[in-house]
Nanobody
Framework: QVQLVESGGGSVQAGGSLQLSCATSGRTFSWNAMGWFRQAPGKEREFVAA?????????FYADSVKGRFTISRDNAKNTVNLQMNSLKPEDTAVYYC???????????????????WGQGTQVTVSS
């Protein structure tokens, strides 16, 4: 059974940093992509960042986090990290790790591009 397990969430003041990590168990083949989404109270889940496998592996970011967040993958270990710097109160949300064995023509920016999800980890940024 494939499972994704996130870690690294917590509380931080605005301007601070956190690193989220996500580990895969139950799968030996590399994912086509791994990504992060987040959901704030009363809002829909939204895309944060994705890292795609293949020639010239590429990272994609939501405009709201570009320049502040960095996604990184270890394909051999099927893990993905999200380094979050210069955090803002509006970054407060539950962050979900996602992994995809699917093919996407949408740069893996949609929830439907992923077939496995972690349980989520809370990130709280205070002003």
């Amino acid at each position: 059974q494939v499972q994704l397990v996130e870690s690294g969430g917590g509380s931080v003041q605005a301007g601070g940093s956190l690193q989220l990590s996500c580990a895969t168990s139950g799968r030996t083949f590399s994912w086509n992509a791994m990504g992060w989404f987040r959901q704030a109270p009363g809002k829909e889940r939204e895309f944060v960042a994705a890292a795609r496998s293949g020639n010239g592996a590429i990272a994609f970011y939501a405009d709201s986090v570009k320049g502040r967040f960095t996604i990184s993958r270890d394909n051999a270990k099927n893990t993905v990290n999200l380094q979050m710097n210069s955090l803002k109160p509006e970054d407060t949300a539950v962050y979900y790790c996602a992994a995809s064995s699917l093919y996407s023509g949408n740069y893996y920016k949609e929830s439907r591009d992923y077939d496995y999800w972690g349980q989520g980890t809370q990130v709280t940024v205070s002003s």
